[in-house]
């Protein structure tokens, strides 16, 4: 088996992985903010 070397590992995956979970978690707290703006406007 080869010595590992540190930053030689291909990570396009983790990243483009990351970067979907990141733009979910931006459209979920912005869809709820949005919600509770709405709420707050028409006193629900």
């Known amino acids: ?3 590992h ?3 030689k590992m291909d990570i ?3 990243e483009k ?6 733009k979910m978690w931006v459209w979920i707290f ?3 903010a949005a ?3 709405f ?3 028409f006193n629900s």
């Open 1 to 3: 088996m080869s010595e």
């Open 5 to 7: 070397e540190h930053g």
């Open 12 to 14: 396009t995956e983790q």
């Open 17 to 22: 992985t990351f970067a979907g979970f990141m």
């Open 30 to 32: 912005g869809i709820s």
């Open 35 to 37: 919600i509770l703006i």
């Open 39 to 41: 709420l707050a406007i």
